[in-house]
């Protein structure tokens, strides 16, 4: 009986389904293509998925039966929006088979934005790179400015994705002064990229006014996403300004939005400034609950985002400290997925969008440098004489970068060997170092070395003191100092000077960084979250004061330098 009433009420849905569809085909009839292209972004711009792909469907049916050539290929560009990315591809190629007989200056540029921006949205930056690239070289050859326009903000956004921020604004800002050959909705989308960029660079003010005038006139026109995407950008500021109530109360109200109309990138985002307004709050378990979300999100959708990083370390900690052994493995399984994922998606785009975008750029200021200097032949000779030693200076400079840089690759790779074998000869000497020498030895030291008389109990007392002191690893402590160790070793600073002069055979100074940077050496190797954290966190946890202490000293005492090491560790555990 029940299976005979769930079937009625399918019958009844699908009868109610179709019968609004037929409405809305028989409606769409008295409209010309124009009108109908006119809808369908409507439609789709207020995401109406389902209104959308009535239209693009009856758009190409009704191009196809006509044979009209224009209109099959823009019926094409319809029915790629909001498909699987199967499906959307094999539109784009039916688009590029019959693009030859179109004779319009947007092709082939079009097929390869429309494919940089599908890749893109399913979180395929390579592709979409390789797409965007692609795009411009033809967009300038048929001297389409809007197209040159468009490839250019889509790169732009990928060199946010990367961290490069100030690139980002300053494209962006181009464009925002000059939307000559851009629609309203291209400005739109520009000016809340732009608050999210000076965000990123700490420009608040600028922020905190196109977020006013964004929401203001979303406000006015009723247009409700791109009023809460602002409301996404005033949250985010709150919280960079550490107005942390108000941030909390605006991402809330995203939230609900974003959820209810299934748009996951926004509500991932909501609940990424979310999830650090409440650890910024002090409210653990609502940030956690948060990030739980955006990984489930993350796991439907297949779409990552640099932060995600930041999400599963906070849930690695919260289990850990909730002593949950299976939660914490699981998010740090998890972790290592996404961050594969991320490290291959941020090398590839950190080494191919310079060589492929960048150069090009160079390549055009190096040929107008030369039309100028055709021009002015009085200084042609000066000017190609100074472009040569440039040339020289740099080639001198790049080959001693990379002999450089094969020596520090060197030295990083022996001592990740040593930090394996536990042979190295570093370590070895330590060892030799943290032995106390007999009564001969201390005598024999003591007419060396010490100037001021200290009893051998005394020497004994100091010696067991810095064993405990290094075997707890008390040296990772900020702020020590000579003073302030011997007041806890109940000595005096000249006693345990001289002590460390004369066992560890080098000042106190010395000592100390040596056992932070051999410290360092290990952990980095042994701990990949560890070297997930950010150069200042690691730093402060070894007890510097700040990142480039940290670095020189690293230097100083490897001869190598803290970035190649760990790219070194990196490459050697792939």
Do not use: W
Not at 119 to 136: P, S
Not at 467 to 481: D, P, S, V
């Amino acid at each position: 009986m029940k299976s005979l009433k769930y079937f009625f009420f399918l019958l009844l849905a699908y009868n109610q389904y179709y019968s609004q569809n037929k409405v809305l085909i028989d409606t769409l009839s008295k409209y010309d293509y124009l009108e109908l292209e006119e809808k369908f972004y409507n439609y789709k711009d207020n995401n109406k998925i389902k209104e959308s792909k009535i239209i693009a469907e009856y758009y190409l049916k009704k191009a196809k039966k006509a044979m009209i050539i224009n209109n099959i290929a823009e019926g094409y560009v319809f029915m790629q929006y909001n498909q699987n990315l199967a499906a959307s591809l094999k539109y784009i190629d039916s688009l590029e088979s019959i693009s030859d007989r179109l004779h319009d200056n947007r092709y082939p540029a079009r097929i390869y934005l429309l494919r940089g921006k599908l890749y893109f949205g399913y979180d395929n930056e390579k592709l979409a790179l390789d797409n965007f690239v692609i795009a411009l070289s033809h967009a300038k050859e048929k001297n389409n400015k809007r197209q040159i326009a468009i490839a250019d903000l889509q790169i732009a956004y990928l060199n946010g994705y990367i961290g490069k921020h100030k690139e980002t604004v300053k494209m962006l800002e181009y464009y925002y002064g000059h939307p000559e050959f851009l629609t309203a909705q291209d400005i739109e989308h520009i000016q809340i990229s732009l608050s999210d960029a000076y965000i990123d660079i700490y420009e608040y003010d600028k922020a905190l006014k196109l977020i006013k005038e964004g929401l203001n006139d979303a406000s006015k026109n009723n247009a409700v996403i791109r009023y809460n995407k602002y409301l996404i950008l005033l949250g985010r500021y709150n919280l960079e300004t550490k107005n942390y109530s108000n941030a909390i109360s605006d991402l809330e109200i995203c939230k609900k939005y974003f959820f209810k109309n299934n748009l996951d990138f926004d509500t991932n985002y909501t609940m990424l400034y979310l999830g650090e307004s409440y650890i910024k709050s002090n409210k653990k378990d609502k940030a956690a609950e948060n990030f739980i979300k955006i990984d489930s999100i993350i796991q439907k959708t297949n779409n990552t985002f640099p932060e995600l990083r930041d999400v599963y370390t906070y849930l690695v900690d919260y289990y850990k400290e909730k002593k949950d052994k299976e939660k914490q493995l699981y998010y740090i399984e998890r972790f290592l997925t996404v961050d594969k994922i991320l490290d291959s998606q941020f090398k590839y785009i950190s080494r191919e969008l310079p060589r492929k975008y960048d150069a090009p750029k160079l390549l055009k200021e190096k040929e107008n440098i030369i039309n100028d200097l055709e021009k002015k032949k009085y200084f042609l000779f000066s000017g190609l004489g100074i472009l040569l030693l440039e040339l020289i200076a740099v080639g001198f400079f790049f080959y001693k970068s990379k002999k450089s840089e094969k020596k520090y690759q060197k030295i990083a790779q022996d001592l990740i060997k040593s930090i394996h074998k536990k042979k190295s000869e570093i370590e070895e000497k330590e060892e030799r170092k943290d032995f106390i020498p007999s009564k001969i030895e201390i005598a024999s030291k003591i007419e060396k070395s010490v100037i001021r008389n200290i009893s051998e109990n005394t020497v004994q007392k100091i010696l067991k003191e810095l064993e405990r002191f290094e075997n707890n690893e008390l040296f990772l402590q900020k702020g020590i100092t000579l003073s302030s160790l011997a007041k806890d070793f109940k000595t005096n600073s000249a006693y345990l000077s001289d002590v460390v002069n004369t066992y560890k055979e080098k000042n106190f100074a010395s000592y100390l960084n040596d056992l932070r940077i051999d410290y360092a050496l290990k952990r980095l190797v042994q701990d990949k979250k560890f070297r997930s954290y950010k150069l200042t966190v690691i730093a402060e946890e070894l007890g510097y004061n700040n990142e480039q202490a940290f670095a020189l000293a690293f230097r100083k005492k490897t001869g190598t330098i803290l970035r190649t090491y760990i790219k070194e560790i990196d490459q050697s555990q792939e």
